[in-house]
Nanobody, 124 residues
Framework: DVQLQASGGGLVQAGGSLRLSCAAS????????ITWFRQVPGKEREAVSC????????TWPDSVKGRFTISSDDAKNTVYLQMNSLKPEDTAVYSC?????????????????WGQGTLVTVSS
């Protein structure tokens, strides 16, 4: 039974940092891709960063490259998203998702397993 639990969101001032955690059970990082998505009300869910055995780490939006870093701790079965130099436009609900794949998958519909979202609010 695959379960994901996201945590670490909160309110932070622009320029600050947060680290999100996605605690996973029922998955092994060798077999599953883990991806962080974010969603703003009224907009489509956006893939942010993924970690998968065949490709390592991948980040998609140009707006977060160089600021966001995904990593994993196999011993804790947890994936992290370190977010630095946060901007108000990073405000969103962040969710982690898992899918059995050695490759990173960008489309939200490709994921069968989701954790609950954690809200990140960046004030200006």
């Amino acid at each position: 039974d695959v379960q994901l639990q996201a945590s670490g969101g909160g309110l932070v001032q622009a320029g600050g940092s947060l680290r999100l955690s996605c605690a996973a059970s029922g998955v092994t990082f060798v077999d599953y891709a883990i991806t962080w998505f974010r969603q703003v009300p009224g907009k489509e869910r956006e893939a942010v960063s993924c970690i998968a055995s065949a490709v390592g780490a991948k980040t998609w939006p140009d707006s977060v490259k160089g600021r966001f870093t995904i990593s994993s701790d196999d011993a804790k079965n947890t994936v992290y998203l370190q977010m630095n130099s946060l901007k108000p436009e990073d405000t969103a609900v962040y969710s982690c998702a898992a899918q059995k794949s050695p490759f990173c998958l960008k489309g939200a519909m490709m994921y069968n397993y989701w954790g609950q979202g954690t809200l990140v609010t960046v004030s200006s």
